[in-house]
């Protein structure tokens, strides 16, 4: 855990990327230069990395499969920080992903990204405290993400709605004054907005009625529902011409590959929202 005091835009679109899984014929070298053309194209923009920057799968791993090019991980780090220069300076920090760490015994290659980008390394789990010229915003905390969320439900918007509420219980009590909650890790993606229920009240004379918004950004403790929570998705694709990944292998279904983006205007977190590529 990393605790990283960063100071952004008023106005600002923050971006939350990873799993780039950099040494894969898979990975969607197009939607990457896609990220960084979007970054560049705008200053107040800024971005941090979730982690699994690159695959670390060498030769001798039994994960390894015609899907993985034959680039040592020095290669894979030297590639994957080649690709974000060009926006290192707007870059507020990188995470340690499981295929990062599978290297942990020999070197910390997520450490040494972070450091030639020159941006914070935040270890696996982070929290941002996000400030302006004016002072304190909000409080971010990310992690690279635990386990895996799925449903068996034969209705999609249920499938989508369980693994919702999957995300929020596996967040929410991580981190109580963290206004947005977010991990990578399952390349699934989609944003849990916070619960707009109704709620009734009186002032004395009329009861009215209220709904739940979101939360004082500066408070020591945000009610869970009303926290935005995220996956952030990844640039890893399921079919590759001519070959089948481990992701094919296991019978995964398809899923949306892209990032996720915190739409700040004002000192304010307007929305939080998916970005398909």
């Not at 106005?11 to 014929?25: F, N, Y």
């Not at 910390?108 to 405290?129: D, M, R, V």
């Not at 707009?196 to 408070?219: F, N, R, V």
């Not at 996956?231 to 890893?236: D, E, I, V, W």
Request: a negative charge; hydrophobic letters at 35%; charged letters at 25%.
């Amino acid at each position: 855990m990393q605790i990283i005091n960063s100071t952004i835009p008023s106005d600002c679109d923050l971006a939350l990327c990873g799993d780039t899984h950099e040494g894969t014929i898979l990975q969607y070298e197009d939607g990457i230069e896609k990220f960084v053309d979007w970054v560049r194209s705008d200053p107040c923009r800024r971005w941090i990395h979730l982690g699994d920057w690159i695959e670390a799968i060498t030769t001798d791993d039994k994960r390894y499969d015609d899907c993985h090019k034959r680039d040592k991980p020095g290669k894979q780090r030297d590639a994957i920080i080649e690709k974000f220069l060009p926006i290192a300076e707007q870059g507020l920090g990188g995470l340690d992903g499981n295929h990062d760490r599978k290297l942990h015994r020999v070197f910390n290659i997520a450490e040494e990204i972070c450091k030639s980008l020159h941006i914070p390394f935040g270890t696996f789990t982070a929290k941002f405290c996000l400030s302006d010229a004016h002072g304190f915003m909000f409080k971010l905390f990310v992690a690279h993400g635990f386990g895996r969320l799925t449903s068996n439900a034969k209705d999609s918007e249920q499938r989508l709605a369980n693994m919702k509420a999957a995300l929020k219980v596996r967040l929410r009590f991580k981190a109580a004054d963290c206004l947005v909650q977010a991990m990578g890790h399952t390349h699934k993606l989609f944003v849990v907005e916070p619960t707009g229920e109704l709620y009734l009240a009186d002032d004395g004379d009329t009861i009215k009625q209220h709904y739940l918004s979101s939360g004082d950004p500066t408070a020591q403790y945000i009610h869970p529902d009303q926290r935005w929570y995220a996956n952030t998705g990844s640039f890893l694709k399921l079919y590759g011409e001519g070959v089948s990944g481990y992701g094919e292998l296991a019978g995964y279904d398809p899923i949306e590959m892209g990032y996720v983006v915190i739409e700040i205007r004002d000192r304010k977190v307007n929305r939080v929202y998916k970005q398909v590529i």
